[in-house]
Nanobody
Framework: QLQLQESGGGLVQAGGSLRLSCADSGGTIRNYAMAWFRQAPGNDREFVAT???????ATANSVKGRFTTARGDAKNTCYLQMNSLKPEDAGTYYC?????????????????WGQGTQVTVSS
């Protein structure tokens, strides 16, 4: 049973950077497909990027060129590096995992979620 935990959120000025981390305290995520999603108040949860998923590297158009993902050396941690942050990037960021999501960009196909970490971007 995975127990995902995000960290690294906070308040940053527009143009700044943050690095989010997602680790599993209950097992191992190395054998799972992982992705990052985000949700702003009043909006649906939206796909941000896959993480260390060979053959399924994908990034949302809204963050392409600014956000990158990587797995840690032991494959048990997933990182989201966010550069050139914009106010519209603000929201709660979640990492998600599943053995084989049918559609990598759809939140409903991921069975494991962290509790989320808040990102606030001031203009």
């Amino acid at each position: 049973q995975l127990q995902l935990q995000e960290s690294g959120g906070g308040l940053v000025q527009a143009g700044g950077s943050l690095r989010l981390s997602c680790a599993d305290s209950g097992g191992t995520i190395r054998n799972y497909a992982m992705a990052w999603f985000r949700q702003a108040p009043g909006n649906d949860r939206e796909f941000v990027a896959t993480c260390g998923w060979p053959g399924k590297e994908a990034t949302a158009n809204s963050v392409k060129g600014r956000f990158t993902t990587a797995r840690g050396d032991a494959k048990n941690t997933c990182y989201l590096q966010m550069n050139s942050l914009k106010p519209e990037d603000a929201g709660t960021y979640y990492c998600a995992a599943d053995e084989r999501p049918y559609e990598y960009y759809s939140a409903r196909f991921y069975g494991y979620w962290g509790q989320g970490t808040q990102v606030t971007v001031s203009s």
